[in-house]
């Protein structure tokens, strides 16, 4: 990487006192000089109204009274145990991805005789102190005792699951097959597990089963069909365990709040990425006819705007189903959201599969690869590599238009606010209070996705070079 | 070239390469149209139990509801005069939208890159925070924390900024409606406009002739100059010669002050939506900008610095043409979206397409047909974009001699 600035770098690093610093960065040469001058009293300005509004005038109070509201909206609160141990549940599940994401890196770099550097504690508090911060004003603004008992708790569930790290190498992918169960337990906590919920964990299993058993030392096919039966039965105990289970919970028709956007903004980002994979493949495909479903369905979604097709979601979706079935309008609206990020994850992976040079292809044909394996064991390897960045990019994009769903009067983050300022205390006032306050939420979030874009670019280039 | 023999032993069907081809492309339309069929099919049935017609009959019945600020529109126009009036709002806040967008944009960009550590930290800091939160937020931040419940009065209480010494209105701000100074015609508009597209055709025609000339003879061609001397002389010319066809209509608040009877309005759903878009948007092309400047070679600079170029004109000459190059396809991209994101007004009332489509779509119009008539005209907006696009990135390509 060349990292070259336009402004020849006019002074060395200064080694005087501040006052050598405020001349050099602040007043180098007259037009310099005249910018400070007229920035400073705006910016004293700005800082003043600020600390007003923050410590002075603002009525914080619509926060620190609806706190529950913001974060859970209409929730049912005599089912609030679920949400609490839905946090602690995924703290858990964050601690063991963690942990078992720095081990295969350490594996990694040892196998490479590459020295390995310990990330200090205090670097990953550095990496997401943007939610840090904002955990931190929410605690502030509580005003009982059980968001720090959560907290207490998660912090306790995360370091109970970062022992995963003792897992021995072998067992690796049990890690994260604990971790990716713990996730789905955390949303099968509050939304319960019947219907097909069943199905979700038994997909996990039968991964998690096919991962683990390596059957090393039984040669070839055969291996794969006993892996294979492995998987199969997993997924079968997990059907025969779920049909024993009956644990009814509060279907997400029932959620709202910020709880709900983060939720949908999960599911929206899981399943576009499969589908946008799959259009990115067709769009590349040598059967013309796919090539052009592909790019019809990829240029006419990027040509519309979310909000069409959430109204589309929400005022025909309906019609186009047989009569009877009626998918929550939070089912419709992840459907939604799913189908037109997928268009650009699919332009995303594109973009990174024409990057990948000829020659790979060639190499693998000649190889004697199969289409499928070549993709799979070659090209898609490099082209998603490539890509992650860019991919994290739209992530946070779905995240941050996942606040649409207000149009369509779902009370996700920022629609509890309608909620907020129907109580007679704030008909007219704190209005900006409110928003600030969501948008500081927005924020944390957006903001350290957007630094862990950065951080993986810098790392991918690093490994390319 | 010549193919080599075919071997007589053809594969089996189920490993030729030229039938997998044909079924897999069959097979993929089939699919594809048995999906449709099952959700079309369902559509008709369900609208034929609800006895809710296909055609688009509808357009011309009346829409039934008033649109706030639109004294021409009334409940009995027909739907598609409302369809006309959201497609010019979504034009309208583009438009401003973009122009905000571009000017902060670019201020901000190029304050990223100053040797100024206040401006740099400053766009810094307006980047991160802007890039960071939903276009939605700010909009509905302007709406109801800016305009409706901010700190302007009402249209009753509002406030007038008189203009120095003339006794006349230059501004009215309250939280609803916004009056400036506007233009009203005093007959002989068209004439005036007429030699308005004159003129804009003469000083084009100088500025042709002007670099011709330059291209020619080397003589400086200061093409600025003499376009704008064309332009001005023809329209001051055309102006006096027609009795001074346009006078300045100054804001005024109605008898009984509920609203801005002369002058030209703007309300604050305009203001919310094309503000806060270009507000957020401008965090995006300040990237751009900054990007695009980073990625110019930086031999280019040192060899400006070896012709003694001073700062300007190595901004002007050398460094912003080339960085240009780079910037446009993501900048029009960036209006694109901008279009786009217009239809968060739905959010605030602007009477924007988006609005106008939901709230007839609430008047029960039918659901299907309306909102393909808002992807048809979002569609619309997008080729409209992409045509520009590639006129641009087609002479902005490198001409290699």
């Known amino acids: 990487m060349t990292a070259s ?26 037009r310099s000089s005249i910018l400070t001058v007229l920035l400073t009293p705006l910016l004293a300005y700005a800082l003043y109204r600020a600390v007003l509004f923050f410590f002075v005038n603002g009525r914080w109070d619509v926060v620190t009274r609806n706190l529950t509201l913001f974060m859970q909206g209409t929730y049912p609160r005599d089912q609030q145990w679920r949400i609490v141990t839905q946090i602690i549940v995924l703290a858990f599940a964050f601690g063991v991805g963690a942990a078992t994401s720095a081990a295969s890196q350490v594996d990694a770099a ?5 020295p390995v550097v310990k990330q200090g504690f205090l670097s990953v508090l550095k990496r997401f102190w943007s939610v ?87 040669e070839g096919r055969r291996a794969v069909v006993y892996r294979g039966l492995a998987a199969v039965a997993a997924a079968v105990v997990t059907y025969l365990v ?10 997400w028709d029932h959620w709202s709040g ?10 929206a980002i899981v399943l576009s990425f499969p589908l946008g994979l799959i259009l990115a493949l067709a769009r590349r495909s040598s ?45 419709r609206a992840i459907t939604a959201m799913a189908l037109f990020t997928a268009a650009y994850v699919a332009e995303i992976v594109r973009g990174g599969l024409q990057s990948i040079p000829h020659g790979q292809t060639e190499a693998a044909l000649a190889l004697g690869l199969p289409t499928g394996k070549m993709m799979r064991m070659i090209i898609l390897p490099q082209a998603l590599r490539a890509v992650i960045p860019a991919l994290v990019g739209q992530f946070i994009s779905i995240f941050k238009d996942s606040s649409l769903l207000e149009i369509i009067a779902i009370d996700e983050f920022l629609g509890v606010r309608s909620l907020v300022h129907a109580q007679a205390d704030f008909r007219v006032v704190a209005h900006a209070e409110t928003l600030v306050f969501v948008a500081i939420g927005y924020w944390a979030f957006a903001y350290a996705m957007s630094r862990e874009s950065q951080r993986l670019e810098v790392r991918l280039r690093a490994g390319r070079k | 070239m010549t193919t080599p023999e075919p071997s007589t032993s053809r594969p089996p069907l189920w490993r030729d390469v030229r039938v997998l081809r044909v079924a897999g492309q069959v097979a993929a339309v089939v699919v594809v149209f048995l999906i449709l069929q099952w959700l079309i099919g369902n559509l008709v049935t369900n609208y034929g139990r609800l006895n809710i017609s296909f055609d688009f009959g509808f357009l011309n019945q009346p829409t039934q509801f008033q649109i706030a600020n639109h004294p021409q529109f009334n409940p009995r126009s027909p739907v598609w005069r409302m369809v006309l009036v959201g497609v010019k709002n979504t034009a309208l806040a583009g438009v401003f939208g973009i122009a905000l967008a571009g000017v902060l944009g670019l201020i901000i960009g190029i304050g990223r890159l100053s040797q100024n550590w206040l401006a740099a930290k400053l766009s810094a800091a307006y980047v991160e925070f802007f890039r960071n939160i939903p276009p939605l937020v700010v909009i509905v931040f302007f709406a109801f924390a800016v305009f409706l419940y901010g700190p302007l009065p009402n249209l009753r209480q509002a406030i007038e900024i008189p203009l120095f ?31 308005a597209l004159v003129a804009v055709v003469a000083a084009a025609v100088v500025w042709r002739w002007r670099t011709r000339l330059n291209e020619r003879s080397g003589e400086p061609h200061h093409r600025v100059l003499w376009s704008l001397g064309v332009l001005l002389a023809i329209l001051v010319v055309s102006y006096v010669a027609l009795g001074g066809p346009l006078v300045i209509d100054w804001p005024q608040l109605s008898e009984n002050r509920r609203r801005i009877a002369s002058g030209f309005s703007i309300n604050s759903g305009f203001m919310s939506v094309a503000g806060a878009l270009g507000l957020y948007t401008a965090s995006h092309v300040a990237e751009i900008i900054r990007g695009s400047i980073l990625a110019v070679p930086w031999g280019q600079t040192e060899a400006s ?35 786009k994101n217009t239809s968060l007004a739905a959010a605030v009332g602007y009477a924007e397409i988006t609005t106008l489509t939901q709230t007839s779509i609430g008047n029960g119009r039918p659901a299907v047909q309306s909102v393909v008539i808002l992807m048809v005209v979002y569609l619309g907006f997008s080729l409209l974009v992409s045509l520009i696009l590639n006129i641009v990135n087609r002479r902005l390509q490198l001409v290699t001699r």
């Not at chain 1, 040892?110 to 590459?114: I, P, Q």
């Not at chain 1, 998660?154 to 971790?179: E, H, K, M, Q, Y």
Request: glycine share 10%; charged share 10%; proline share 6%.
């Open chain 1, 258 to 267: 910020l709880h709900l956007t983060l939720w949908v903004s999960a599911f």
């Open chain 1, 242 to 251: 779920y049909m024993q289970l009956v644990f009814p919970g509060v279907g």
């Open chain 2, 165 to 195: 010494g003339t006794g006349r209105t230059a501004l009215i701000l309250s939280n609803a409606e916004w009056g400036v100074p506007g233009m009203r015609s005093t007959g002989n508009l068209l004439a005036f406009g007429v030699s």
């Open chain 1, 132 to 218: 840090i911060a904002f955990v931190l004003l929410l605690l502030y603004f509580a005003n009982t005792a059980t968001p720090w008992l959560v907290m207490g708790g998660a912090i306790a569930a995360f370091a109970l699951g970062s022992l995963a790290r003792f897992i021995p190498r072998r067992f690796r992918s049990v890690g994260w097959t604990l971790s990716v169960l713990a996730l789905v337990a955390a949303f099968q906590v509050v939304a319960g597990t019947v219907g097909y919920s069943w199905m979700i964990t038994a997909v996990v299993l039968a991964a998690g089963a096919w991962s683990a058993f390596k059957f090393e030392g039984v």
């Open chain 2, 305 to 339: 610095f070896a012709l003694a170029l001073t700062n300007f004109q190595r901004y002007r000459f050398v460094v912003l043409p080339q960085a240009m190059r780079i910037a446009v396809p993501p900048l029009i991209n960036q209006a694109l979206n901008l279009i």
């Open chain 1, 110 to 114: 040892r196998e490479a005789g590459l």
């Open chain 1, 5 to 30: 600035t336009l402004e020849p770098s006019p002074v060395q690093a200064p080694v005087g006192g501040p006052l050598t610093w405020v001349r050099s960065r602040l007043f180098p040469n007259l």
């Open chain 1, 287 to 331: 059967f013309p006819v796919l090539r052009w479903l592909a790019t019809g369905y990829i240029e006419l979604i990027r040509g519309v705007p979310l909000i069409t097709l959430l109204f589309m979601g929400q005022y025909i979706l309906g019609f186009m189903l047989p009569q009877g079935t009626d998918p929550s309008s939070i089912t």
